[in-house]
């Protein structure tokens, strides 16, 4: 069982370009969220989804998007990337209907430098 | 704006001391946990503790819970120097808006010198 899978690894990218950073799991949670952490900010929510089909803005919204056709793969995408996107970002998942938030298990991370 | 804040931003310590972190929110919780980050890695939970508890204890972790001064305090005993890491707590905050969201503080950096 792996967990949280999230790639790239790491990604340097040029502003203005189009990047789609993968997260998947297998452990059938029905609730993921997308994180960035910055050095003393720590971590800030972007996007998250309860189930399958549904998505929510987090703290950080603006310019970043996702999807959620199915229960294991959660995609982040940078339509336009600036240089205020380099960050660290981290996807986790839950095990939690959404009524009461539970434990977050997350995925090693992608470090995204926008050049 | 983040609910949680941490003190200190960093500890340094000996092998075999205990350690004590802090962690104030601003809002009404339904629970509080506490995660570790070890360098470069994705962050592993170590403990919850729900609003209407007051102690919690796992292994050598001993979380404390104060609604009543929104804060809560995470203590390792008898550290090595495995415990090296950042530790970052996190509030569920009680509210149907807010339902499977989790917010982070800053993080408090610990060092265990062998």
């Known amino acids: 069982i792996a967990g949280i899978t999230q790639a790239p690894t790491s990604q340097i990218l040029a502003a203005g370009r189009r990047m789609t950073l993968r997260c998947t799991q297998d452990?059938?949670?029905?609730?993921m969220y997308w994180y960035r952490q910055d050095l003393g900010l720590g971590l800030r929510l972007i996007h998250y989804?309860?189930?399958?089909?549904?998505?929510g803005k987090g703290e950080v919204p603006d310019g970043y998007s996702v999807s959620r056709a199915n229960t294991d793969d959660f995609p982040l995408t940078l339509a336009s990337a600036v240089p205020s996107q380099t960050s660290v970002y981290f996807c986790?998942?839950?095990?939690?209907?959404?009524?009461?938030?539970?434990?977050?298990?997350f995925g090693p991370g992608t470090r995204l430098t926008v050049l | 704006s983040q609910q949680g804040e941490e003190d200190p931003q960093a500890l340094s310590i000996q092998e075999g001391e205990n350690a004590t972190m802090n962690c104030s929110y601003k809002?009404?919780?339904?629970?509080l946990q506490w995660y570790r980050q070890n360098s470069g890695r994705g962050l592993v939970h170590l403990i919850l503790?729900?609003?209407?508890?007051r102690e919690k204890h796992s292994g050598r972790l001993r979380v404390t819970l104060d609604t009543s001064k929104k804060s809560s305090s995470l203590l390792i005993t008898a550290s090595r120097a495995a415990d090296t890491a950042s530790y970052f707590c996190?509030?569920?905050?009680?509210?149907?808006?807010?339902?499977?969201?989790?917010?982070f503080g800053q993080g408090t950096t610990l060092q265990v010198k062998p």
């Open positions: 986790a998942s839950s095990d939690s209907s959404g009524q009461l938030p539970d434990t977050q298990y």
């Open positions: 452990m059938r949670h029905n609730a």
């Open positions: 989804s309860n189930t399958a089909g549904t998505t």
């Open positions: 809002t009404s919780i339904n629970n």
């Open positions: 503790i729900r609003s209407n508890e």
């Open positions: 996190a509030t569920a905050a009680r509210g149907s808006s807010n339902t499977g969201k989790l917010i």
